[in-house]
Nanobody, 118 residues
């Protein structure tokens, strides 16, 4: 059974940084496409970053240049480094994993809250 567990959320001041982690069990990140999503109250879920099946990275325009995703295959963990955080970045952040090419995200973590406020 595949499980994803996010951690690293919290309260940070505008301009600050946080690093989110997503640890996987039951499937290797190194052979899967995965994504980072966020959802704020009253807003649609947004895909902010992703690793494609070829290993390339994707970033939404709203976070490009500020967020970086990376992965540690030995730990089977993916990270989202978030810098220069803004109040608009406040949301619940989720990681998700695709099972097969051409399909949607099959597995989701429980989410971690990020709040950017002074």
């Amino acid at each position: 059974q595949v499980q994803l567990v996010e951690s690293g959320g919290g309260l940070v001041q505008p301009g600050g940084s946080l690093r989110l982690s997503c640890a996987a069990s039951g499937r290797s990140f190194s052979t899967s496409a995965m994504g980072w999503f966020r959802q704020a109250p009253g807003k649609e879920r947004e895909n902010v970053a992703a690793f494609t099946w070829s290993g390339a990275t994707y970033y939404a325009d709203s976070v490009k240049g500020r967020f970086t995703t990376s992965r540690d295959n030995a730990k089977n963990t993916v990270y989202l480094q978030m810098n220069s955080l803004k109040p608009d970045d406040s949301a619940v952040y989720y990681c998700a994993l695709k099972e097969l090419p051409g399909q949607g995200y099959a597995y989701w973590g429980q989410g971690t809250q990020v709040t950017v406020s002074s």
